[in-house]
């Protein structure tokens, strides 16, 4: 019997992406659809490229709307989803993509937010370790950050494996559409192309936190991170290039062995073989990380380097991948690690 | 039982983009990938977008490599199919993705390749009348070019329908993967970003004779084309915007009504509705058709414009499509009609 | 003595852009910067290119503001021009980079814009035959429209020559700046990179009419004109192709005479050598224009294809151009033939 | 009276550059064009953007065509310029794009270069410490590499107050055209479109020893640097982002401070105001820099980003402002700070 999946916030991006992702899902049925400002638009207006879906008309998004679904995705503004959350039963699989239960310390969010925190729920992130333990059979999922997603990917088997000094230096290009669909001056199209910018510089980028506490649960110690991003002329797409300065003894051969333990039997994520590198055009649409990593033995650092599709892997794929476990099904099911390029 | 598929020229566009199709496809297995000048070399390393086929190692394109499958996609340079086809036997399928089997007047073949005429056969694209009908259990396919695909699709209907005068005005743009990956100076992303540019203008470019046999084959009559082809800067798609002088008595009713009726049952292609134009992101990496059709009565033409992925339904796509339907398949196996947007 | 300049309306691109120009301008000197909702604000956060103007803060668009100037460049929305210069003296030379002035049929003005006609100024495409006379002296200017700029200058020599039918069919591609700086969701980078997608079509477009109205003057008879914009994945920059039915007689060297001879002396329209054709890269920034055209004999068509930058030729070099020739200057000071490329 | 400039290298990016600028610079008169594989080519042909030269044809790169001219720019393969150099008088100034000439230490250059090292020139970065001195008079001048200079113009104030840590970590992002004209399958529009990827990590960048040599020099120690050089979807550009952890009694006061210091005087660089962030359309096609500084007081690190077009500031307009110095022009004659957005 299929899963039947409702979407709130499905005019947006990450929405979108969720969409075309549970099209392609043989398990899954495709329930409500919902939003605010859009309600009572055609779907083929707001997500021309889902035809499938192109005569459904949005939703408002209220309990009535949600209710009598197994899994509830919510794709909504940061600091909206506790509300919605709270009229869903225990029973009903929750997925939260935006940033409301990823924290772990209230201290954090009220930092980074601004807001009373709403909570922590399971971080879906299956490949850090005891990740799957706690998303099996749980009911409330809370997805990764995309800057989060591939940073942790790139940087974890380097902590794991205690090769690293606790200093992360991180700069991360990102594609527009990790900014969302509202429209802004700076995201227009006219300033975007041909154009590379940083934002956030110093600190200050919301994610920063829970790269901090990714990496810090992985190596047993507070790991510190500089985290730079910047925007790039591309409509998906996030490439993360991290280093740390490498502990006494590590080589070349050790750096690689634990990114080949690391990854052995990870669906998703492929370490290239040495001499390629990511790209993240071999990634687009799909749920695929390419990673790889080199020491650099003239300045003693490890420097790792992820690619992603930021709405994909880094978004609604990640969030997809988190139901599969929590629901008992097939990890890889309907999720492809296949990219559309060129 | 599955069908066993191999790949001449897996290492161009049209061959890794057939492959993209066949890794989702549930009916196929993949056979043997051949390459000339990339032969020995990992596809990992020529295609890295096709993760589940990374260790596979090209082979030089011969009939032994070739033999033994039943469907054998040709994605060579023009003029090479024919000597590799006449070493398969009749009972395989083989679809050839280049211009070699597209036209019937040998004479058309001559004056714009320049080399003898290899022939003509079964020609994919299913939506044309009586298409379908040729192409069930054919053992040979033609796979249209890319613009003619876009192009047929805008405005056969005009046609079918006796709307339209037999001279149609035609400028299309496309991304650059239609040019192929061989290294071009024109073809820099320093050269293409940033720029758009016409090419092949005044009658040349070799698509021509193809718009012309598929329109006059509709309309009863000869149909003559003008065709500028425009370089854009993308990777993919093509936006056809495609006119021509309406017939007395023609109404936008009447023009919507022929379209109406033309794509009522299409699988792949979306007559858009009134209002709503295509865009080729919207069909980004989809079998998908986006058409839409106006009539401008202060000039009395009908506009029709269409959007494709060149490399799908303009080359892969369509291939695989008409794999599908001679093969007794469900025409729609594999082949989706979800764009990866934005 | 230099020419003290002002322009309202200085935050958007037009308004940008022509301060870009002024800038390299050796006879004029910059005065009031004026916008409205932006008033206040300093230019180096509104316009970061124009580092010598960084510390330049914007005033309210009034009357006194703009006093005491040689010129007034007004780059304003549509229908708010004429409450403007109304204000300023007939001494002062006042540059309308808006519509507002640039039809000359009330009725054309009614039927698109919706709103009471303002008037008719001299318009400011010098290459226009007698245009040179009009603008000479004159101290009101309407700058024309980007795409009716590299439309008339593709076409009109074929029509100055009585070579072409009175039926043009224009398919034009834009980059997005032409659209302007105010956010809408279709023209965010996320939505705009990778794709081409029409919009106007039919017959809608607000360029249409001064179209008509350019060619029908050359023509000595009424030219009807099917126009179909497209929005192409670059922030500058216009690509149009151009065509219509030859007259008996016409050859493919009596078309190139006729265009060569109608830019023998133009200081900024280039007639490419045959073989070479137009792009939009090679005139980025720069006031120049690039023009080739094709005599297609198997459909009797004249190709006629020309590139501009919209921004300068297109809006803001056409503007300073003509003010050139209103003041008595040389007509190519301050403005550039050279693009940045690549 | 006019200097007389040569270009050798004509029908390249670097050599393209700089006839855009020369053709802008009011002292100078642009006599012979050489190429070598394009040499008795039409340069309209090879820069179509560079207008009044379209007619020009290049010679062979030799000393007889080299001779006569008060300034020759080389804008040559690695390893070529010795030999042309040897061949023009001392009293010649010779320009080298190229990285012949820019090391110091002859290990360095047989390290990553591999050839026999033919010297060291002084180096044409005049904001460096004492360089404008070594630039006065010289007859010899070795243009910078272009992401040297954006690294060294946006970290050497933090080394020249001694406020950094001797280890420097960089990620930065560069348009294509840095990669030359040559045409290679990764520099394919479609590759690069919808992509960022790295290149030669690890400390295997050529460059890498050129930001070492400057910024340990002005550091007074040696400096350690990781840099990792990615390739960005754009055609001009370079955006580096860097850094280095803070000495103790580091503020972000005193790191402003340091920077203002610094860039008070400089023409072409532009600290911004604080909260306002470098992006490289802001400065596509002048030879402005924008730099900002941020410390991280969270990880104790300074964060200096820079932003320039690497074509203009990071090649061509490099070796004309230290033309000018050599020449005891003013600095900036003939090079804008303008840049042509959007």
């Given at each position: 019997?299929?899963?039947?999946?409702?979407?709130?916030?499905?005019?947006?991006?990450?929405?979108?992406?969720?969409?075309?992702?549970?099209?392609?899902?043989?398990?899954?049925?495709?329930?409500?659809?919902?939003?605010?400002?859009?309600?009572?638009?055609?779907?083929?207006?707001?997500?021309?490229?889902?035809?499938?879906?192109?005569?459904?008309?949005?939703?408002?998004?209220?309990?009535?709307?949600?209710?009598?679904?197994?899994?509830?995705?919510?794709?909504?503004?940061?600091?909206?989803?506790?509300?919605?959350?709270?009229?869903?039963?225990?029973?009903?699989?929750?997925?939260?993509?935006?940033?409301?239960?990823r924290l772990r310390d209230?201290?954090?969010?009220?930092?980074?937010?601004?807001?009373?925190?709403?909570?922590?729920?399971?971080?879906?992130?299956?490949?850090?370790?005891?990740?799957?333990?706690?998303?099996?059979?749980?009911?409330?999922?809370?997805?990764?950050?995309?800057?989060?997603?591939?940073?942790?990917?790139?940087?974890?088997?380097?902590?794991?494996?205690?090769?690293?000094?606790?200093?992360?230096?991180?700069?991360?290009?990102?594609?527009?559409?990790?900014?969302?669909?509202?429209?802004?001056?700076?995201?227009?199209?006219?300033?975007?192309?041909?154009?590379?910018?940083?934002y956030g510089v110093g600190?200050?980028?919301?994610?920063?936190?829970?790269?901090?506490?990714?990496?810090?649960?992985?190596?047993?110690?507070?790991?510190a991170v500089s985290f730079?991003?910047?925007?790039?002329?591309?409509?998906?797409?996030?490439?993360?290039?991290?280093?740390?300065?490498?502990?006494?003894?590590?080589?070349?051969?050790?750096?690689?062995?634990?990114?080949?333990?690391?990854?052995?039997?990870?669906?998703?994520?492929?370490?290239?073989?040495?001499?390629?590198?990511?790209?993240?055009?071999?990634?687009?649409?799909?749920?695929?990380?390419?990673?790889?990593?080199?020491?650099?033995?003239?300045?003693?650092?490890?420097?790792?380097?992820?690619?992603?599709?930021?709405?994909?892997?880094?978004?609604?794929?990640?969030?997809?991948?988190?139901?599969?476990?929590?629901?008992?099904?097939?990890?890889?099911?309907?999720?492809?690690?296949?990219?559309?390029?060129?």
């Amino acid at each position: 019997m299929a899963v039947r999946a409702a979407v709130a916030g499905a005019s947006g991006y990450a929405g979108g992406e969720v969409l075309r992702l549970l099209l392609a899902h043989p398990e899954v049925e495709i329930g409500a659809l919902t939003g605010n400002s859009n309600a009572g638009q055609r779907l083929g207006a707001l997500q021309p490229h889902l035809l499938p879906l192109a005569d459904r008309v949005l939703a408002e998004t209220t309990a009535e709307a949600l209710a009598g679904h197994d899994v509830v995705f919510l794709a909504l503004p940061h600091g909206q989803s506790a509300a919605v959350a709270e009229q869903l039963g225990p029973d009903v699989l929750v997925i939260d993509m935006g940033a409301d239960f990823r924290l772990r310390d209230p201290a954090d969010w009220v930092r980074f937010y601004g807001s009373e925190h709403a909570g922590t729920w399971p971080y879906g992130l299956p490949e850090l370790p005891g990740a799957r333990a706690r998303l099996a059979g749980s009911r409330r999922i809370a997805v990764p950050g995309c800057y989060p997603t591939a940073v942790s990917l790139a940087l974890f088997p380097a902590y794991a494996a205690q090769l690293a000094e606790p200093e992360a230096v991180i700069v991360a290009a990102s594609g527009t559409s990790g900014a969302g669909k509202a429209p802004k001056p700076h995201l227009l199209g006219s300033e975007v192309m041909g154009s590379m910018s940083p934002y956030g510089v110093g600190g200050g980028h919301r994610h920063t936190p829970e790269m901090i506490q990714n990496l810090s649960e992985v190596a047993g110690r507070r790991v510190a991170v500089s985290f730079t991003p910047t925007l790039a002329p591309m409509s998906r797409g996030i490439l993360a290039t991290c280093s740390a300065a490498a502990l006494a003894g590590v080589t070349a051969d050790s750096v690689r062995a634990a990114y080949e333990k690391a990854y052995a039997d990870e669906p998703y994520v492929r370490l290239l073989p040495e001499g390629q590198w990511p790209a993240t055009a071999a990634v687009h649409g799909s749920n695929a990380v390419q990673v790889q990593v080199a020491y650099d033995e003239s300045v003693g650092r490890i420097i790792a380097i992820s690619a992603i599709d930021n709405l994909t892997k880094g978004t609604a794929g990640g969030a997809v991948q988190s139901m599969n476990i929590a629901l008992g099904l097939d990890e890889t099911t309907g999720l492809s690690t296949i990219g559309v390029a060129p």
